[in-house]
């Protein structure tokens, strides 16, 4: 039987934290880099994070929307769901900004999408029924802005309320290409992915990193789109 070579590192996206936590245990105590990308751990089960800054996120984006709007406006969320925790900490950091800084914007109501274009573009419907001065849409998953544009371009709205996506998908940079939104805000997941390479590096070599390094993230219009295409 061939010999097994121990891993010297992981890097994952641990999608459920909870379930990783004592493998991740087990792992540092065999020496074994741990690096957490994307979503989390608790701090003492791994040896370092890069990601989204989620508070970061939502007060950037909720600072592009408000002054996008002039600092005046009606804003609705759309989740994937109300105990999605990425997404509730980014739309309670953006709050928590307009409150701060804007305080004549408002986010009126939240739904969920549960990530379904067809629900997102129901729900979208259903909130400019409900709310009739609505002025933005801010998603914060990336499947939602193709059912949202499809609504406001169905009900001839397009541009009358402002259009916020998530993510650099082909789908959501076509809408913005076609002016059916107005923005995405962008993760750097090819960052997350380069730089946990090299923080494996330096502790394998016997330095030291951060527990938490922001990825970052960018807004994206058609003012820069074909710039931020042209990256890579």
């Not at 087990?26 to 074994?32: F, H, V, Y």
């Not at 009126?108 to 629900?119: G, I, K, L, P, R």
């Amino acid at each position: 039987m061939p010999l097994r070579r121990r891993s010297t590192a992981l890097f994952r996206a641990p999608l459920s934290p909870a379930i990783f936590e004592t493998v991740y245990a087990d792992a540092l105590s065999k020496d074994i880099v741990v690096i957490n990308t994307a979503v989390d751990t608790r701090e003492d089960t791994r040896t370092a994070y890069i990601g989204t800054d989620y508070v970061n996120f939502g007060e950037q984006a909720a600072r592009n929307l408000a002054e996008q709007l002039g600092g005046e406006g009606e804003i609705a969320g759309l989740v994937t769901s109300l105990d999605n925790e990425n997404q509730m900490s980014e739309l309670k950091a953006g709050e928590d900004l307009l409150a701060r800084e804007y305080p004549d914007v408002k986010i009126v109501v939240v739904e969920t999408s549960n990530s379904d274009t067809a629900q997102a573009a129901n729900k979208t419907s259903a909130m400019i029924d409900t709310y009739p001065e609505l002025d933005a849409i801010w998603c914060l998953e990336s499947t939602s802005p193709l059912g949202v544009a499809q609504t406001l371009q169905e009900r001839n709205m397009l541009d009358q309320i402002l259009v916020l996506g998530i993510d650099d998908t082909d789908d959501v940079l076509d809408l913005i290409d076609q002016g059916l939104i107005w923005g995405t805000m962008t993760q750097d997941f090819y960052k997350m992915g380069y730089e946990s390479v090299k923080m494996i590096k330096t502790v394998k070599d016997g330095g030291t990193v951060d527990s938490v390094q922001d990825s970052g993230t960018t807004l994206v219009t058609k003012d820069n789109l074909e710039a931020y295409k042209s990256r890579f």
